[in-house]
């Protein structure tokens, strides 16, 4: 069935330094890509998404591109900051019985050290 | 608006006791979920709503019952709680597909934390 999977974490980083979580998905037919953030004590909240191959989400200076000829959507944020500690799930649309619903991948946990 | 709030945010029972966690949305969205996040597990669908009187099984709904009575409220109800409820539970609402003009996002409650002894 439909699945995605990403990087296990935590991830640790100190601050200014590049971020990378890596994302594959499996689906069937043409998925959205997704990228929730959930920071300590909260629910979730849309980071970006994107809708069709090779297109590039991005907001607060994290990017992800659909990439279809490798299933994979991984984020990327060229210079973190401490504010970004938080757990992040990528998620894919799955249509069923007319409606979409979200399937999301196990999170990964990052720290951002000052 | 105040998007979509959960009552409570915390929450004891003992094995055998029944509750309801409640979930509002005030956006007119047609279509609510009920999630549980567990260590490791991610977030899994339990049960899903696209509109008033209409609801359907997710990954993983046994040991729990919904309705949707109305399109602003989704409660979600343990009839008999078990340790293995033990979780974080997270509503979420959407407007249903295909809306091209109108973002299909999820909009998340914060969540209510209930532990089974």
């Known amino acids: 069935g439909d699945s995605v999977t990403q990087m296990e974490g935590p991830v640790t980083l100190s601050e200014e330094a590049f971020l990378t979580i890596n994302c594959t998905y499996t689906?069937?037919?043409?998925?959205?890509l997704f990228w929730y953030v959930q920071y300590p004590g909260e629910g979730l909240q849309l980071l970006l998404k994107?809708?069709?191959?090779?297109d590039k989400g991005s907001n607060k200076g994290f990017e992800a591109t659909y990439r279809k000829e490798t299933t994979s959507f991984h984020l990327e944020k060229g210079s973190v900051q401490v504010s970004d500690s938080a757990v992040y799930f990528c998620?894919?649309?799955?249509?069923?019985?007319?409606?979409?619903?979200?399937?999301f991948g196990k999170g990964t946990k990052l720290t951002v050290n000052p | 608006n105040a998007g979509v709030t959960q009552t409570p945010k915390f929450q004891v029972l003992k094995t055998g006791q029944s509750m309801t966690l409640q979930c509002a949305q005030d956006m007119n969205h047609e279509y609510m979920s009920w999630y549980r996040q567990d260590p490791g597990m991610g977030l899994r669908l339990i049960h899903y709503?696209?509109?008033?009187?209409?609801?359907d099984q997710g990954e993983v709904p046994n040991g729990y019952n919904v309705s949707r009575s109305t399109t602003e409220d989704f409660p979600l109800r343990l009839l008999s709680a078990a340790p293995s409820q033990t979780s974080v539970y997270f509503c979420?609402?959407?407007?249903?597909?295909?809306?091209?003009?109108?973002?299909?996002?999820?909009?998340f409650g914060p969540g209510t934390r209930l532990t089974v002894l």
């Open positions: 709503s696209v509109g008033a009187g209409i609801t």
């Open positions: 994107a809708t069709k191959a090779d």
């Open positions: 689906a069937t037919g043409y998925p959205s």
């Open positions: 979420a609402s959407s407007y249903v597909l295909p809306v091209a003009e109108i973002s299909n996002e999820q909009f």
């Open positions: 998620a894919l649309t799955v249509t069923q019985g007319g409606s979409e619903k979200l399937v």
